[in-house]
T-cell receptor
Framework: DGGITQSPKYLFRKEGQNVTLSCEQN?????MYWYRQDPGQGLRLIYY???????QKGDIAEGYSVSREKKESFPLTVTSAQKNPTAFYLC???????????FGSGTRLTVV | AQSVTQLDSQVPVFEEAPVELRCNYS??????LFWYVQYPNQGLQLLLK??????LVKGINGFEAEFNKSQTSFHLRKPSVHISDTAEYFC????????????FGQGTRLTINP
């Protein structure tokens, strides 16, 4: 079955370390998104990409970086510049012509 | 820019009672509207969406929502809830142009009591 795979499900890092969250999709979707979820704040857009080798900042991009070298993959790096990295991170993808967003099951990052 | 306000952060109801989760949005252009459900430590699952046409939209698990353009609302309803409906619910909007980014509300936690 097609879908989005986020790994790992839980991730622990020490403060000051960079960490990369994986997002892979086999849906042949053009667009991919990264959202951050905090209690009581809903989901906020970090970065998005509509085609390979191109991406744009979302509303809260500071302290994060992404790449889109392959259509299937959109990894997110949480850098040491992100002041409050502990959160639940969700990856999503969408076909080019429709509204069929598909979400991954998320990665819970805890920085200690 | 678009924004979404979910008017209740928590809604407790008894099993088999009806429920309404309220959502208001703001936008200077026409929008598309969505309701998603999230179970603990999982991703989001689409309940229903409004793109055009009939303002009453039916979704999965017995949920429905009504688009009200004059009141800029998209409230979610279910006539009789079950314990399994306990989850967090998110209202979201997007526009049919550009990156079609989803803008989410803050979420409503629905708790079903036996």
């Amino acid at each position: 079955d097609g879908g989005i795979t986020q790994s790992p499900k839980y991730l622990f890092r020490k403060e000051g370390q960079n960490v990369t969250l994986s997002c892979e999709q086999n849906l042949n979707h053009d667009a991919m998104y990264w959202y951050r979820q905090d209690p009581g704040q809903g989901l906020r857009l970090i970065y998005y990409s509509q085609i390979v080798n191109d991406f744009q900042k979302g509303d809260i991009a500071e302290g994060y970086s992404v790449s889109r070298e392959k259509k299937e993959s959109f990894p997110l790096t949480v850098t040491s510049a992100q002041k409050n990295p502990t959160a639940f991170y969700l990856c999503a993808s969408r076909t080019g012509s429709g509204y069929g967003y598909t979400f991954g099951s998320g990665t819970r990052l805890t920085v200690v | 820019a678009q924004s979404v306000t979910q008017l209740d952060s928590q809604v407790p109801v008894f099993e088999e009672a009806p429920v309404e989760l309220r959502c208001n949005y703001s936008s200077s252009v026409s929008v598309y509207l969505f309701w998603y459900v999230q179970y603990p430590n999982q991703g989001l699952q689409l309940l229903l969406k409004y793109l055009s046409g009939s303002t009453l939209v039916k979704g999965i698990n017995g949920f429905e929502a009504e688009f009200n353009k004059s009141q800029t609302s998209f409230h979610l309803r279910k006539p009789s809830v079950h314990i399994s409906d306990t989850a967090e619910y998110f209202c979201a909007v997007s526009v049919n142009q550009g990156a079609q980014k989803l803008v989410f509300g803050q979420g409503t936690r629905l708790t079903i009591n036996p």
